[in-house]
C-alpha cells in the first residue's frame, strides 16, 4: 500500500444502491473495509471512496450532511488517459442510473486548451468531473 492515499468519504443514503453504481464504473469493492455501514470503493491504486451510510457519516462530522441533490458540495475531477476513457467512464454512469450535465460554455472552454471533460451525477447527486488533458510532459 502507496504511504500516499486519497480517501474520499461520501455520505449516501442508500449503501447498496451506491456500491452497485460504482462497481458499474469497473472499479472494484474493497471487502476488508466494507460492513453495513460503510463501503472501500478502490478506483486506483492510491484513490479510494469509502461510502458511508448517512448515520455512520455523522461519527465524522457534527455538521449537518449537505443535501448534494440540491446543491454542489463539492467536484471530483479525474484524469483519465484519454477521451475515449472519459467518455466510457460517463456513458457507464448514466447507464447505471447517474446523470449526466452538460454545460456546453464550461466544454467549450476546456476545448480551446486541449481538454476532454464530461460530468455526471451519482445516484446522490456527488459531482464527478472526469478528463483528458493531452499536455506536454504527460505520461
Known sequence: ???????????VTDLA????????????????FTDDNAA???VDDNIC????????????SRRPIADTK???GAAYALSLGSAEEVDR????????????????????????????GRTFLDPDGHQWEPFFMDYPGAQ
Open 1 to 11: 500500500m502507496s504511504s500516499k492515499m486519497i480517501f474520499v468519504n461520501l455520505p
Open 49 to 60: 471512496l469509502m461510502l458511508l451510510t448517512h448515520e455512520h457519516f455523522g461519527v465524522f
Open 89 to 116: 467512464l460517463t456513458e457507464a454512469a448514466v447507464a447505471a442510473g447517474g446523470t449526466e450535465e452538460v454545460n456546453a460554455d464550461k466544454q467549450a472552454q476546456e476545448a480551446q486548451v486541449g481538454m476532454h
Open 70 to 72: 440540491a446543491a454542489t
Open 17 to 32: 444502491r451506491s456500491k452497485n453504481f460504482y462497481e458499474s464504473l469497473g472499479w472494484k469493492v474493497n471487502d476488508d
Open 40 to 42: 472501500c470503493i478502490v
